[in-house]
């Protein structure tokens, strides 16, 4: 796991970004941009799924799939060997941009923040993992999902 710092802050974040390039130990530029698809502006006033496109992106190049849980949903849960995973939640700076923030866990504590301030969380509200891609998916909306990643845009 790479301990990599997000280049982009609120409003136009990429922590997501970040965390899952932190987990694959990769430039965090080879993943589609976060910042890019769902920063919002008067042309598009609502932004575009992240979710769907660091799916596509996974699927094709990794043969994965990101999924998140509700901390609700998890007692109990057993995290194996080596225990990485994404936590998402309330941070110092959530009262004031009303946004969550993703961090990297480990074993469900937080191991690694990538913003500056490296403060964590405040609030763990999901917890989210990369799973290998589920076979009974393929076929369905996923093969029909551009991947928008700088390789696949170029």
């Not at 982009?8 to 890019?36: F, H, K, M, R, V």
């Not at 009303?98 to 191991?111: C, K, L, Q, S, T």
């Not at 990538?114 to 999901?126: C, E, F, Q």
Request: negative net charge.
């Amino acid at each position: 796991m790479l301990e990599l710092t997000q280049t982009s802050l609120y409003p136009e974040g990429n922590c997501w970004q970040t965390c899952i390039a932190s987990l694959l130990d990769l430039d965090p530029a080879a993943l589609p941009s976060q910042p890019d698809i769902e920063h919002r502006t008067a042309d598009r006033p609502v932004g575009g799924s992240y979710s769907n496109a660091v799916n596509a992106y996974l699927r094709r190049h990794h043969g994965l799939f990101y999924t998140a849980l509700f901390a609700y949903q998890m007692t109990p849960i057993e995290v194996r060997a080596p225990g990485w995973h994404m936590l998402e939640g309330e941070t110092v700076r959530t009262p004031e941009s009303r946004e969550h923030h993703v961090v990297i866990g480990r074993y469900g504590e937080v191991a690694w923040d990538p913003h500056p301030s490296r403060a964590g969380l405040t609030k763990v509200l999901r917890w989210s993992f990369l799973v290998p891609f589920p076979e009974d998916m393929l076929g369905v909306v996923w093969d029909r999902i551009p991947c928008l990643c700088s390789a696949c845009v170029a």
